[in-house]
């Protein structure tokens, strides 16, 4: 994945996102399409979000550069967030107990539960291959999101949160990008590494929850609402990827699979410390980013809590979790174990 050539514009999956993908392909006008009538977590509004976000990325094959800062799109775009962080304000608790946040996500359950704990005691290969097309929506541009905040930190807080991006883009090195591991995982367990290459299939809470990461990048208000999320990855990272790297190991999976996990054991313990030196950085120059950074937080969880739910319910009813099941898709074989 030295090269990225841009997609092609995905299916819509409604009148938000056929709106969008008319806009995008031609320039035609949305019109009065009702957004707020759309489900703020379904397919329709967060497909249509996610093309909008995604000229901000790498784009689209035949879509005109000039779309990224189309007065049109930038203006559906925003009445699209509007109704997304409408739903994710009321959905949360919000307040100030940043304290109580954090704790929260360093205890574990005494008895855990989870994808990732499904997949070690229960899974089987044909889920840990759908788990992999979902995360491909973001971990194929892992930690980009977080660089728009850059700009936006001085002192401390700038300073540490780079030492992590540097990090999660290979310290200098081309082929330990995170991004660059993540595709040799999807090669090494027969799937698709191209970028985006599973984004028709990929459900809503996936992209749902990437949408939020692009969401509070470009917005320089909703700085502490990133902050919170980068450090809810960060802080939950290191022991959720050594069960991944346990699982894999047990299934005998390819060593590119494992090592991808492996990566982000020892550097995300080490993360988890640095984004608290951010955070408490922010917030000595920004007191009133609190409530900002507890959001953040809070919707992290309430999506990846809709992400696991996906999973989960499909796999209890032994059906797939994905749009069209990875058989459908994707001809390559079926399995990476070795022989």
């Not at 894999?248 to 090592?259: F, G, Q, T």
């Not at 993360?271 to 009133?288: G, K, N, T, Y």
Request: glycine content about 8%; overall charge negative; hydrophobic content about 45%.
């Amino acid at each position: 994945m030295s090269t990225i050539a841009p997609i092609s514009l995905p299916t819509p999956r409604g009148p938000l996102s056929a709106a969008v993908e008319a806009l995008l392909r031609d320039g035609s006008e949305p019109g009065d399409v009702a957004v707020a009538d759309a489900d703020p977590y379904g397919d329709d509004l967060h497909l249509a979000l996610h093309m909008c976000y995604e000229l901000h990325y790498h784009g689209f094959a035949a879509v005109d550069p000039e779309r990224e800062w189309d007065i049109r799109v930038l203006a559906f775009r925003a009445r699209l967030e509007r109704r997304f962080l409408d739903a994710l304000r009321r959905d949360v608790a919000g307040g100030a107990d940043l304290d109580r946040e954090l704790a929260a996500l360093l205890s574990e359950p005494a008895e855990p539960t989870g994808v990732g704990v499904f997949l070690e005691q229960d899974g089987q290969w044909w889920q840990v291959r759908e788990y992999f097309a979902h995360r491909s929506i973001y971990h194929l541009k892992e930690a980009d999101p977080y660089a728009w905040v850059i700009p936006r930190l001085r002192g401390t807080a700038k300073a540490a949160l780079v030492a992590v991006e540097f990090d999660e883009f290979g310290g200098g090195h081309g082929e330990r990008v995170h991004s660059r591991l993540f595709a040799d995982l999807l090669a090494g367990a027969g799937l698709d590494s191209g970028y985006l290459g599973y984004l028709d299939i990929v459900p809503a809470p996936m992209l749902a929850l990437v949408n939020m990461m692009s969401l509070f990048g470009l917005h320089r208000r909703w700085r502490g609402a990133l902050i919170g999320h980068f450090a809810s990855v960060e802080i939950t990272s290191s022991p959720a990827s050594k069960r991944m790297a346990d699982t894999l190991r047990r299934m005998d999976a390819d060593p590119a699979c494992v090592r991808f996990y492996t990566e982000h054991v020892e550097a995300d313990a080490v993360h988890e410390q640095v984004m608290r030196e951010v955070i408490a950085d922010l917030l000595r120059q920004h007191p009133e980013l609190i409530d900002s950074v507890v959001f953040g937080i809070q919707a992290t969880e309430l999506l990846e809590g809709r992400v696991e739910r996906q999973l989960l319910d499909n796999w209890a009813a032994d059906r797939s979790s994905l749009r069209a099941s990875l058989a459908a898709v994707n001809s390559a074989p079926a399995g990476s174990r070795r022989s």
